[in-house]
């Protein structure tokens, strides 16, 4: 992994946030839910702290971290995008609509544009499905959508 | 305030029956004439959904023009706004409810406050353009219980969601809330138990394991510390009905967990919610809160000896959590890997404490068991399966919703009665029961009354009680590798048929829908899926062949027409396509030129164009743009 800097600051509310925990290895996703909810996401040297503090391998931290998809360990754009691909909005069309994103961002699932601005993902069910297909764009859930809209919407977001 | 006794929890029921009774009458009344304040009534009621759904098209948009509206009006002190959870009839969302005359309006825009407001709230004239037109008749229907969507329901587990305000504890307790859980601790506990165990009760988290029995294994064993679990990681993909009830009626699963700690000798509650489920955390939260306020969380509970309290646990993602031992090892900090039972959970679950794990509905049901009686929750339903199921309908139907129905009930009449029938008039093809674990049910499956036993010996399973509806453009084959990339994606990797063995079936899947598939594929899927079922570690690998053994025992046809003749006859799978333009209807407007981003479209204007197959890469593009049906698709 590249090298990361990671300010003095940060390492500190992560070792706050341990602390708050009591520093339980058993409260490991709540804190890790924490600390990424601050920094957006959980890179290696984040990772290392907190199974320092919790006094556990990094290993242990990693696997969790890399388990569940909730936990990333690439920094999300300003403005996330999910595409729900649940079996409802499945069967209205949501493949079609995660292809016309990927196309008109120029990215795949799991990167982010060049400028920041943009990260795509797919989510299992956000259970808006009379709204099948639905996407989130930052809070926001836009329901029935139509891939012709997906230019319009992304060119319509203010960063 | 703390409550310390039955007969003060009575009290302040009967105070708190005060605000809900005109709620509560209107509910039994039928009235299709207006209410209004010009009219004399004297106070009234706007309901607007705060479901995630309705939230989604911003009601609480709605909800915060009603209360400006009504400010500036001068009328905020005669009628209240309330923000209860999910009415279930999404299609229609948001919903908004007059009371007292139960008017039902559908899919409410914000800018229709005003009128609902001056018309209704204060002329007394409804307005007729937002009520539900009746597809069959046409005829607008204002009150919600002569819709067919409603008809046909009963609603045990959803009976306070779209009625009560969840972030108000006194509502819960106007309605009968805390009762069962009073009634309880001044029995001895094993009456209760026997109470739950005579309803019938079965788990609704879809194995249906009976609740009584498991709470009585669970009371067995003898510990200091003791839990019960609720089980609130609902990831099947198209199933929100435990969202919903924690959103809407988040007290009944705190009281049930109560009534199961009384009933097992636990004095701990946990919560595990899934971390994409903001709401309902933030809902869960405030009725726990509320609880410990009212001294019907902590120590000395109603003035008895039983102490319990509850705190809430994360899920990250992850399906596999929802079977019981992964749910313990992600509560404990740790990746969420099943292991092999026995030890159950009720002998050795979390940090090794004797613990009980019961599914959002399954609590749900519990206090009213009690209050009414175990008889009557048994009279409902069928020999082997008690009660309802709630059921969240989507997919090609008319009525997207969250249903629920007393068990025996047909899925001819959940998909025509309550749903509205199939889509744009399309013919129906299958419905697709308990999520990655279920199977695709048929035409002929559609009247056998529905329960665990019925659906399993058709080849699907209850589920959580996702119902997903297919239409004559959905491919099979196609359907099942969705699945399987579902189980792909959410298998833990801890054992090898279900990590090895699911992937080795998505790559047989993928090659038959790129048309790649060879003669012996389908047996291989067969044999393949055959030991996977008997094979794999816990339920998520036992159940993850049932898409594609379902879909090959039902639509076996599709498989064999994908591998042998290469045809797909959805037109879902673009390997299988070709498209082609019929040189008599093309007019040679050149508008599919213009669109096909392969530049695969050659011709001269006002002469017919023809496709190079070379460079069509299958978008349908073409298809969509022209205005003369000359685009063929093979």
């Known amino acids: 992994m590249a090298e990361l800097k990671i300010s003095c600051e940060a390492i500190r509310q992560v070792e706050e946030t341990c602390e708050k925990f009591h520093n339980d290895p058993g409260e490991l996703i709540s804190i890790l839910h924490e600390v990424q909810g601050r920094l957006g996401y959980l890179p290696e040297p984040v990772q290392r702290v907190i199974a320092d503090k919790l006094g556990i391998p990094a290993q242990k931290v990693y696997g969790v971290v890399t388990f569940y998809s909730f936990f990333t360990m690439t920094p999300k754009g300003r403005i996330p995008i999910s595409v729900c691909l649940g079996t409802a909005c499945y069967v209205r069309g949501a493949d079609k609509l995660l292809e016309e994103f990927k196309r008109v961002l120029g990215i795949e699932v799991g ?16 259970g808006a499905c009379g709204l099948a297909p639905v996407a989130t764009i930052g809070e926001k859930v836009y329901g029935r959508l139509n891939p012709s809209d997906i230019r319009k919407i992304v060119d319509e977001i203010p960063d | 305030m703390k409550i310390n006794s039955s007969d003060a929890l009575a009290s302040i029921r009967q105070e708190a029956l005060k605000a809900l009774s005109v709620r509560e009458q209107s509910n039994e009344t039928v009235s299709e004439e207006a209410a209004g304040l010009e009219k004399g009534t004297p106070r009234m009621q706007i309901l607007c959904c705060g479901g995630t759904g309705c939230k989604a098209s911003e009601s609480a948009r709605i909800v915060e023009n009603f209360r400006a509206s009504l400010q500036e009006k001068g009328i905020a002190d005669k009628v209240d706004v309330v923000v209860p959870g999910c009415f279930g009839f999404c299609e229609k969302g948001p919903i908004v409810k007059i009371i007292p005359d139960n008017t039902f309006y559908t899919s409410v825009r914000p800018a229709d406050v005003e009128e609902i407001v001056t018309s209704h709230i204060i002329g007394g004239r409804k307005v007729e353009r937002l009520l539900y037109k009746d597809p069959g008749t046409g005829e607008h229907i204002s009150d919600s219980k002569h819709m067919n969507f409603y008809r046909k329901q009963m609603r045990i587990a959803l009976r306070n969601c779209g009625f009560i305000n969840p972030e108000d504890i006194r509502e819960y307790i106007a309605r009968d809330g805390y009762k069962a859980l009073a009634d309880s601790l001044q029995r001895d506990s094993l009456e209760v138990l026997a109470d739950i165990k005579a309803s019938g009760l079965r788990g609704r988290g879809g194995a249906g394991f009976p609740t009584g029995i498991k709470w009585e294994i669970a009371r067995k064993f003898d510990a200091p510390d003791k839990y019960v679990v609720c089980n609130a990681d609902e990831g099947d993909p198209g199933a929100f009905m435990d969202r919903s009830i924690m959103e809407g009626d988040p007290n009944s699963v705190i009281e049930a967990m109560m009534i199961c700690g009384y009933c097992i000798n636990a004095n701990h509650g946990l919560i595990y919610i899934r971390a994409e489920y903001p709401l309902a955390v933030e809902r869960l939260k405030i009725a726990i809160a509320q609880a410990r306020e009212y001294g019907l969380l902590g120590e000395h509970i109603l003035g008895t000896d039983f102490n319990f309290d509850i705190e809430i646990r994360y899920g990250a993602g992850a399906f596999v959590c929802g079977e019981e031992t992964a749910l313990i090892h992600s509560m404990e900090g740790k990746r969420g890997e099943p292991t092999l039972k026995p030890p159950f959970p009720a002998e050795s679950g979390y940090f090794g404490h004797p613990t009980n794990v019961n599914n959002v509905e399954t609590l749900a049901n519990v206090p009213v068991i009690l209050t009414k009686g175990p008889a009557w929750f048994s009279s409902i339903g069928t020999e082997k399966s008690k009660g309802t199921k709630v059921f969240a309908l989507a997919g090609k139907i008319n009525n997207v919703g969250l249903i629920e129905v007393p068990m025996g009930t047909t899925l001819r009449e959940i998909i025509y009665d309550i749903g509205g029938g199939v889509k744009n008039g399309k013919k129906f093809k299958a419905v697709q029961t308990g ?12 009247d056998i009354p529905i329960d665990y036993e019925s659906l399993a010996a058709a080849g699907s399973m209850m589920g959580s009680g996702g119902m997903i509806v297919m239409d004559e453009d959905d491919c099979m084959v196609s359907v099942a590798k969705f699945f399987l990339e579902f189980t792909v994606d959410e298998s833990c990797g801890k054992c090898t048929p279900c990590r090895i063995g699911n992937r080795r079936m998505l790559e047989i899947l993928t090659r038959i829908t790129d048309g790649r598939g060879k003669p012996e594929d389908i047996e291989k899927l067969e044999t393949l899926a055959k030991v996977i079922k008997d094979t794999a570690l816990c339920g998520l690998g036992q ?11 039902n639509f076996r046809e599709e498989y064999i027409e994908h591998v042998k003749d290469h045809v797909c006859r959805a037109h879902k799978c673009k390997a299988l396509l070709t498209y082609s333009i019929d040189p008599v209807l093309c007019k040679g407007c050149s508008a599919c030129a213009r669109g096909c981003p392969a530049e695969a479209i050659v011709g001269e204007v006002r002469k017919p164009f023809v496709i190079n197959p070379e460079k069509c890469i299958r978008c349908g593009m073409c298809l969509s743009r022209c205005k003369f049906g000359a685009i063929k698709v093979i």
């Open chain 1, 111 to 126: 990167e982010t544009t060049p400028d920041g601005k943009f990260s795509l993902d797919c989510l299992r069910c956000v």
């Open chain 2, 435 to 446: 999520g990655p674990s279920g199977g695709c049910l048929t035409e002929k499956h559609l």
């Open chain 2, 543 to 553: 159940t993850s062949p049932n898409p594609v053994l379902s879909t090959l025992a």
